[in-house]
């Protein structure tokens, strides 16, 4: 049979079956039900799908009885988290990585994985960039397509999120993020449309947030004129976890499910909207049509059963995504350690050594079914040391004994092993930092090390940037980021040269928070300017000639590299360029090779160079190799806001092959020569505030936005959008958030008064995430989100009644209520 007959049966099974749906059904289909499923409609034989997180293993909950469901996992493998992975530069590992996910998730009979998550990294505060890749579209867009290629080819669907500008937590459930329509383009929805048009993922999960003024889940432009119409999506959009606005307006827009459900109110007013003409029929069949789509395409046929997975060679995947992960930030020569050192010479300081973080918090969280801990690999090789455990992590104050302990054994030692690094109280989904540093206990505790006189190398575990204190007086700093339930494996491998290291960085290192290139507005309210334009990252840095700690794509090796030979030739359209590199020392190593466009001297603003290949090539000890790099000419082009296009200028451009964005080994000009002058679509002013990057927010932001920037309610009171945390002036603000903070801190207490474990550790940290982030909830959010729990009704007359309607407040809590709730079907 070709696949036209089989495409045309298909559409003809779905259309009959809309044909025989009732409008409430059609309504139900549309929403979830306990946390992480679909709606069946038994009647029709349409099953329910079973929905759960990704990105770093299969989040299985197996009680939902616990704070949003994040309590109570199934075990499943621990993988490096995203932030993690990209250190490796190598796709490859991500798609391996995708389908042995996705092996566990057929085995615990998921349909959907709640990933990849490809926001871009505006700013290192943000709480969740341990969950993205990277602060370049390129590095997001390759590592998110290579994910969703292994998942999707394992027959198990996957959700690309969060579309689109989510880079807070703070604010993520009612904020407004400003995004002028170039660095939408070039920098926020690059890695959404290559992972769309090259690796075709079943759904994509709309964002929490406003963009340019309209919530994500109701925004057309996004979702239909850009997603479906020009990148061919034809899957189906979900919302993220109560970002549902207007039920009414998502449909319309192009959002068609609505997660996790069981929001009464949104299935009334889909029946009302039809009943009384405001929303055509056709529109609501579509949306069914593609949810039938999924359902078919997710749900695996009898005659592929799935096959039960390997947890001993998943374990080992995650070991080695954390060994080629590991990025040496800096080393006099003291790395690698000799693990047979006399006894003695060796001290190792830090609770991290024996109480690794391996993984994020918040909905990411995954149970897994053993770690293996830095101290538990070096135990395993018999390595001599003695430990001390210096301070302790969940906790602000400084334990003086146990610091004293640490540097009294630190007198002693030639070389002290610091295991340092960030806690999920003060790094986690659902909040942001409010600067880099580590926690004072371990910034003291180092300093005092220091100051015995020991070499000490700082082993670091965090999910992002920190400042590094003291980097200059240290020996060597090997950052592991979160990698996983192994990771223990990949510091003692590495830390002792059974590995080279051959991660770099993704992201930019700051030496401190201001300085980074959204820095000038970041987390300052509801209203998020992102001023910066496209002047994100390095894209900022390698202009504005801003102090690094470690720029973007750095990272060190025990071996060395040189490159020579470049070689650059157009072929058509694509430009390939060519290089040695050879291994000049002892060891075989692996070198990340990144090639960076040096943009024309045109008349529009650019960045002063943009990443357009990559490649990580092995090098055996003392040999060379040649690399190739490609990419198309037309990925030089910048998004031209007046013929709201790409459009490639013509002009000199540099071609750097590069070991970093600030350590450029080769370098040749790229003459491009297509026909198209260099014409700046913008204002002059644009142009003046914009020529380099800009340092605070410019005076022609607005015009650069094409709108006016929005005035921000900083009243206290209470709407039905005002973050429950901003609401201190009214009452009813403060009674909501009491409540609902009262019933999570029960639940956070009950965590801690469990003993000592990883599963305490682990609802510890779900619970202290959901404390975080309740004061960030709306009235709206939290009933969206609730699963019923705070209805629609109550939560829009509450508002009222704050607002001082209380009668219409009291009519919206018992009138309408009443009525949604009658909707809902028995079946
Ligand atoms: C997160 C999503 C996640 C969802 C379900 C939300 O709070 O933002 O990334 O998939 O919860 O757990």
Not at 301 to 322: F, K, N, Q, T, Y
Request: charged share 25%.
């Amino acid at each position: 049979m070709s696949s036209t007959d089989t495409t045309s049966r298909r559409t003809a099974g779905v259309d009959d079956l809309v044909a025989q749906l009732t409008l409430e059904e059609k309504a139900l289909l549309l929403e979830g039900v306990d946390s992480w499923r679909t709606n069946a409609i038994p009647r029709l034989g349409i099953p329910s799908l079973f929905l759960t997180d990704g990105p770093h293993g299969v989040r299985m909950v197996r009680d939902d009885g616990g704070a949003f469901g994040v309590g109570d996992n199934r075990p499943s493998t621990s993988f490096p988290t995203s932030a993690t992975v990209a250190h490796s530069w190598d796709p490859d590992l991500a798609r391996r990585m995708g389908a042995a996910i996705a092996r566990e998730s057929r085995d615990f009979g998921v349909h959907v994985l709640l990933a990849p998550g490809v926001n871009i990294m505006r700013n290192p505060l943000c709480g969740r960039n341990f969950e993205y890749y990277s602060e370049d579209p390129l590095v997001s867009g390759a590592f998110g397509t290579a994910f969703v290629q292994g998942v999707q080819g394992q027959g198990v669907a996957t959700s690309v999120k969060h579309f689109a500008a989510n880079s807070n937590e703070d604010y993520r459930f009612v904020g407004d993020s400003l995004v002028d329509e170039r660095a939408l383009r070039e920098i926020y929805l690059r890695a959404f449309e290559r992972i769309v048009r090259d690796a075709r993922p079943a759904t994509v999960m709309c964002a929490y947030n406003r963009l340019n003024g309209t919530f994500c889940s109701d925004h057309r432009e996004l979702l239909t004129g850009i997603l479906r119409n020009e990148w061919e999506f034809d899957g189906v959009v979900m919302t993220d976890w109560g970002a549902m606005h207007d039920r009414v307006a998502s449909l319309e827009a192009g959002c068609e499910l609505d997660m996790p459900g069981e929001v009464a109110h949104n299935r009334a007013a889909i029946i009302d909207a039809v009943r009384d003409g405001r929303l055509a029929p056709e529109v609501l069949d579509e949306a069914v049509r593609r949810m039938l789509r999924l359902i078919e395409r997710a749900t695996p046929d009898a005659a592929s059963p799935a096959e039960p997975h390997d947890p001993v060679a998943h374990a080992a995947l995650a070991r080695e995504i954390a060994i080629d992960s590991g990025v040496l930030l800096a080393n006099d020569g003291t790395l690698p350690l000799d693990a047979g050192a006399p006894a003695g010479s060796l001290v190792v300081v830090g609770e991290l050594f024996e109480k690794m973080r391996f993984q994020g918090a918040g909905s990411s969280l995954i149970l897994p079914p053993e770690v293996v801990t830095p101290k538990d690999a070096f135990d395993a090789r018999g390595v001599d040391y003695a430990y001390a455990r210096g301070y302790r992590t969940l906790t602000a104050e400084r334990d003086p004994a146990l610091a004293r302990e640490a540097v009294d054994a630190a007198r002693v030692a030639e070389t002290v092993l610091f295991f340092g690094g960030l806690d999920d109280f003060e790094e986690s989904e659902g909040f942001d930092r409010t600067h880099l540093r580590l926690g004072e206990p371990q910034v003291a505790l180092l300093r005092e090390l220091l100051d015995t006189g020991a070499r000490v190398v700082l082993v670091l575990f965090a999910g992002a940037p920190v400042e590094v204190p003291f980097a200059e007086e240290l020996a060597a700093v090997l950052d592991l980021a979160l990698p996983g339930m192994h990771g223990g494996e990949a510091a003692a491998a590495l830390l002792f040269g059974e590995a080279n290291p051959s991660g770099k960085l993704t992201e930019t290192w700051t030496r401190t928070a201001t300085d980074a290139s959204s820095g000038a507005d970041y987390d300052r309210g509801v209203i998020a300017r992102y001023a910066e334009s496209i002047y994100v990252g390095y894209r900022y840095h390698d202009a504005a000639g801003t102090p690094l700690a470690y720029p973007f794509g750095h990272g060190l090796s025990y071996t060395g590299f040189a490159y020579r030979d470049l070689d650059v030739r157009v072929v058509g359209d694509r430009v390939e360029v060519g290089a040695t590199i050879a291994n000049t020392g002892g060891r075989a190593g692996a070198e990340v090779v990144q090639l960076y466009v040096g943009n024309n001297d045109g008349a529009v603003f650019k960045a002063e160079q943009e990443l357009r290949a990559f490649a990580k090539v092995p090098v055996a000890a003392g040999a060379e190799e040649r690399v190739t790099l490609s990419f198309e000419l037309g990925d030089l082009a910048y998004w031209d806001v007046a013929a709201h296009d790409w459009v490639l200028e013509d002009g000199e451009y540099e071609i750097r092959v590069s070991a970093s964005a600030a350590d450029i080994r080769l370098r040749a000009p790229l003459t491009v020569d297509r026909g198209h002058t260099s014409r700046s679509p913008y204002p002059a002013a644009v142009d003046a505030d914009y020529a380099t990057p800009p340092v605070g927010i410019p005076a022609s932001f607005p015009t650069l936005l094409g709108r006016e920037v929005p005035e921000e309610d900083r009243s206290g009171r209470l709407t039905f959008e005002t973050r429950l945390g901003d609401a201190g002036r009214s009452f009813i603000g403060r009674a909501v958030l009491g409540a609902v903070l009262g019933c999570v801190r029960k639940e956070f207490r009950a965590a801690q008064a469990m003993p000592d474990s990883a599963e305490r550790d682990a609802k510890l940290k779900s619970t202290h995430f959901v404390v975080r982030m309740m004061p960030s909830m709306s009235l709206r959010s939290l009933a969206m989100s609730s699963g019923g729990a705070m209805p629609y009704g109550l939560a829009a007359g509450l508002a009222e009644i704050a607002e001082g309607h209380p009668l219409r407040g009291i009519r919206r809590i018992f009138g309408r209520r009443r009525a949604a709730t009658a909707d809902r079907p028995t079946t």
